[in-house]
T-cell receptor
Framework: QKEVEQDPGPLSVPEGAIVSLNCTYS??????FMWYRQYSRKGPELLMY????GNKEDGRFTAQVDKSSKYISLFIRDSQPSDSATYLC????????FGTGTRLKVLA | EAGVTQFPSHSVIEKGQTVTLRCDPI?????LYWYRRVMGKEIKFLLH????????ESGMPNNRFLAERTGGTYSTLKVQPAELEDSGVYFC????????????FGSGTRLTVV
């Protein structure tokens, strides 16, 4: 079993839709939870990070962590074509375990 | 603030040759990390420097890989001799604190071994 599991997609949604991306993790010692966005041929770009459980909101993005169920979510409101990218969840302490990434395409 | 810089961006070498990848972290970032993504797999941790010291090299695949960070500034990752399975994208990342919660990645070096 992988330590971080993520549905690879691809996921296609119309512009303006609410997008829900999810991951599960297995190691209860993980304290930090991150979402990265990666465009083609670019490095991962940090979108959100959360320490322990709870919600964090930044503009159109909301990250949720439920440590009781070991579930990590990222919600994107009013999705835009520019949000089309691969979204990577990651968990860990000082070193991160990454999911495989979910490819998202927002259709204009 | 300049980001994390990696070069070369691409490298194609023959099996058995040597390749050296370089990473310049964000100025002032003591923590430097190397990660790798091989085709179809997730990004995986290779090693972690704090300044010039290796804190964790548990992800290094084998002794053909050598990472250095002289003077605690830039870092190099040398693969010698390269094998076909070393092909992938090598990412460098840096952070100020070890548990700062999310670090900044470079654009990566795409290595192809033929």
């Amino acid at each position: 079993q992988k330590e971080v599991e993520q549905d690879p997609g691809p996921l296609s949604v119309p512009e303006g839709a609410i997008v829900s991306l999810n991951c599960t993790y297995s190691n209860s010692a993980f304290q930090y939870f991150m979402w990265y966005r990666q465009y083609s041929r670019k490095g991962p770009e940090l979108l959100m990070y959360t320490y322990s459980s709870g919600n964090k909101e930044d503009g159109r993005f909301t990250a949720q962590v439920d440590k009781s169920s070991k579930y990590i979510s990222l919600f994107i409101r009013d999705s835009q074509p520019s949000d089309s990218a691969t979204y990577l969840c990651a968990s860990g302490t000082y070193k991160y375990i990454f999911g495989t990434g979910t490819r998202l395409k927002v259709l204009a | 603030e300049a980001g994390v810089t990696q070069f070369p961006s691409h490298s194609v070498i023959e099996k058995g040759q040597t390749v050296t990848l370089r990473c310049d972290p964000i100025s002032g970032h003591d923590n430097l990390y190397w990660y790798r993504r091989v085709m179809g797999k997730e990004i995986k941790f290779l090693l972690h420097f704090v300044k010039e010291s290796k804190q964790d090299e548990s992800g290094m695949p084998n002794n053909r890989f050598l990472a250095e960070r002289t003077g605690g500034t830039y870092s190099t990752l040398k693969v010698q001799p390269a094998e076909l399975e070393d092909s992938g994208v090598y990412f460098c990342a840096s952070s100020h604190g070890e548990l700062s919660g999310g670090y900044t990645f470079g654009s990566g070096t795409r290595l192809t071994v033929v």
